[in-house]
């Protein structure tokens, strides 16, 4: 049985530069020749993005409200079996979790599922603030998690300054310290960072930043206090009998590029293991769709900065349209759920044809229309009934069809609303969805491909 050395980075608040430091860490790391595999607590998609450029291979989300407890516990053992040290980066602030109000899918509590020791990343740039955001920190956990802090934005004289104050009041090291980066960090917009691609230079910055820590971060502490708490786990093999086979044989075509590139990995390795073989394809580039396929996915991203590019494509559009009248099983979520409507509104008025697979016109709401985890009751996925679905939603973009068949329910205020358009072969609308949660709707998907395989076969 292998031991998995492992941390948490969070921050007492949101904008204390968690994930750029986390990148610079990962970076590091890599350098120092260890195989390093990182996640990201909760639903956020943009953040494993800039860990995968970083490390190369995926990163992947730890949520217990949408994955449970037990599975997503399962998720960080299957993923780190195979590397020597874990990176987990946290969702907002230590403490917030669902709803604003509990610990539930919090990086506090996933760093108690997990048993990680926390390192807090604290922003730094307010001489006095640093200090008593982490006695706020330390005075409200419940059990001892926090076992060290980093200080970012901020200088060596500083630092030193405050390395002081820290340790006269607390019983906790501190790490070292990142100062401002020469390079511009990444930029941000409404829905967080911009994705890596949109991001100039963004291999010269993580090389940058993975050189600073190296030189002004302990890694070496960080590695011994990974190692103190590691967590003993099997090497996990994948095993295909293990799972449901219903996807043995199909293509799936998978929207991958620009204006689609929101993934939940597990989402498409759960799809692989139960058989199905991934097809990606570009909407933007592409004109048409992949051959021979028995399926369509139309993931998020964002289509309304490349709306008269989708509109443009005009034989794609129409393919994906015809594919749809005929039948061809499709889930959307969020972006591609708008593409398959009739028009978009950017933000600076224009309106721009899309596919007409459905009735619908997005439109910028001004403000996050959604936001937060949700449940889906009632309803079925192509015409099968799976249980309550756990999902999140995150959006500026509103449609004037949202969909009617399934009741969403906020899991604190109970707030609740109608959405999803859900037929037995189409299954979209704006909730994203952790298939690991549950597994009946990669399932029922994989079986309604698999059925209009065999009617078409027949054809």
Same mark, same amino acid.
């Given at each position: 049985?292998?031991?998995?050395?492992?941390?948490?980075?969070?921050?007492?608040?949101?904008?204390?530069?968690?994930?750029?430091?986390? !990148?610079?860490?990962?970076?590091? =790391?890599?350098?120092?020749?260890?195989?390093?595999?990182?996640?990201?607590?909760?639903?956020?998609?943009?953040?494993?993005?800039?860990?995968?450029?970083?490390?190369?291979?995926?990163?992947?989300?730890?949520?217990?409200?949408?994955?449970?407890?037990?599975?997503?516990?399962?998720?960080?053992?299957?993923?780190?079996?195979?590397?020597?040290?874990?990176?987990?980066?946290?969702?907002?602030?230590?403490?917030?979790?669902?709803?604003?109000?509990?610990?539930?899918?919090?990086?506090?509590?996933? &760093?108690?599922?997990?048993?990680?020791?926390?390192?807090?990343?604290?922003?730094?740039? @307010?001489?006095?603030?640093?200090?008593?955001?982490?006695?706020?920190?330390?005075?409200?956990?419940?059990?001892? !998690?926090?076992?060290?802090?980093?200080?970012?934005?901020?200088?060596?004289?500083? $630092?030193?300054?405050?390395?002081?104050?820290?340790?006269?009041?607390?019983?906790?090291?501190?790490?070292?310290?990142?100062?401002?980066? @020469?390079?511009?960090?990444?930029?941000?917009?409404?829905?967080?960072?911009?994705?890596?691609?949109?991001?100039?230079?963004?291999? &010269?910055?993580?090389?940058?930043?993975?050189?600073?820590?190296?030189?002004?971060?302990?890694?070496?502490?960080?590695?011994?206090?990974?190692?103190?708490?590691?967590?003993?786990?099997?090497?996990?093999?994948?095993?295909?009998?293990?799972?449901?086979?219903?996807?043995?044989?199909?293509?799936?075509?998978?929207?991958?590029?620009?204006?689609? !590139?929101?993934? $939940?990995?597990?989402?498409?390795?759960?799809?692989?293991?139960?058989?199905?073989?991934?097809?990606?394809?570009?909407?933007?580039?592409?004109?048409?769709?992949?051959?021979?396929?028995?399926?369509?996915?139309?993931?998020?991203?964002?289509? @309304?900065?490349?709306?008269?590019? =989708?509109? @443009?494509?005009?034989?794609?559009?129409?393919?994906?349209?015809?594919?749809?009248?005929?039948?061809?099983?499709?889930? &959307?979520? !969020?972006?591609?759920?708008?593409?398959?409507?009739?028009?978009?509104?950017?933000?600076?008025?224009?309106?721009?044809?899309?596919?007409?697979?459905?009735?619908?016109?997005?439109?910028?709401?001004?403000?996050?229309?959604?936001?937060?985890?949700?449940?889906?009751?009632?309803?079925?996925?192509?015409?099968?009934?799976?249980?309550?679905?756990?999902?999140?939603? $995150?959006?500026?973009?509103?449609?004037?069809?949202?969909?009617?068949?399934? =009741?969403?329910?906020?899991?604190?205020?109970?707030?609740?609303?109608?959405?999803?358009?859900?037929?037995?072969?189409?299954?979209?609308?704006?909730?994203?969805?952790?298939?690991?949660?549950?597994?009946?709707?990669?399932? &029922?998907?994989?079986?309604?491909?698999?059925?209009?395989?065999?009617?078409?076969?027949?054809?």
């Amino acid at each position: 049985m292998k031991q998995i050395p492992g941390i948490l980075l969070s921050a007492p608040k949101s904008g204390s530069g968690k994930t750029m430091v986390t !990148c610079g860490i990962l970076k590091a =790391l890599q350098s120092m020749g260890f195989s390093v595999a990182a996640f990201k607590c909760g639903p956020d998609y943009i953040d494993p993005m800039f860990h995968a450029q970083v490390l190369g291979k995926n990163s992947y989300n730890l949520d217990s409200f949408l994955c449970g407890e037990e599975k997503m516990s399962a998720c960080y053992i299957k993923h780190a079996a195979g590397a020597d040290f874990a990176v987990v980066e946290g969702v907002m602030g230590f403490y917030d979790g669902v709803g604003g109000t509990t610990l539930k899918a919090s990086s506090y509590e996933t &760093a108690m599922l997990l048993g990680l020791p926390v390192v807090l990343v604290v922003d730094a740039r @307010e001489d006095r603030t640093p200090v008593e955001e982490i006695r706020s920190v330390l005075k409200a956990q419940e059990k001892k !998690c926090v076992s060290g802090v980093i200080l970012n934005r901020v200088g060596a004289d500083g $630092y030193v300054k405050l390395r002081q104050s820290i340790k006269s009041e607390f019983s906790i090291p501190v790490f070292g310290y990142v100062p401002e980066q @020469e390079i511009p960090m990444p930029e941000s917009r409404y829905l967080g960072l911009k994705i890596p691609s949109e991001n100039g230079d963004f291999s &010269a910055w993580a090389d940058q930043m993975g050189a600073q820590i190296e030189d002004t971060v302990d890694l070496n502490g960080l590695v011994a206090l990974g190692e103190s708490r590691a967590l003993p786990v099997k090497n996990v093999k994948e095993d295909e009998a293990s799972m449901a086979a219903g996807g043995a044989g199909l293509r799936i075509a998978l929207a991958r590029d620009e204006a689609f !590139c929101f993934f $939940y990995e597990d989402n498409l390795r759960l799809l692989r293991e139960m058989g199905a073989e991934i097809v990606p394809f570009s909407p933007l580039a592409d004109p048409y769709l992949p051959e021979d396929i028995d399926g369509l996915l139309l993931y998020g991203g964002y289509p @309304e900065l490349h709306a008269q590019t =989708l509109s @443009e494509n005009k034989s794609m559009r129409r393919e994906i349209r015809e594919a749809l009248k005929g039948g061809l099983p499709c889930m &959307a979520e !969020c972006g591609g759920f708008m593409y398959l409507q009739e028009e978009i509104k950017t933000r600076e008025g224009k309106n721009f044809v899309l596919c007409g697979a459905m009735p619908g016109v997005s439109a910028d709401a001004g403000h996050l229309t959604r936001f937060g985890y949700l449940t889906l009751r009632g309803g079925s996925v192509f015409s099968q009934s799976v249980g309550e679905i756990r999902a999140h939603e $995150y959006h500026y973009w509103d449609s004037s069809v949202c969909g009617e068949d399934f =009741l969403a329910v906020k899991p604190v205020s109970g707030k609740r609303w109608r959405c999803m358009i859900s037929t037995p072969s189409i299954f979209a609308g704006y909730p994203h969805i952790n298939y690991i949660g549950n597994e009946g709707v990669a399932e &029922a998907y994989l079986t309604a491909c698999r059925r209009r395989k065999e009617r078409h076969g027949a054809g």
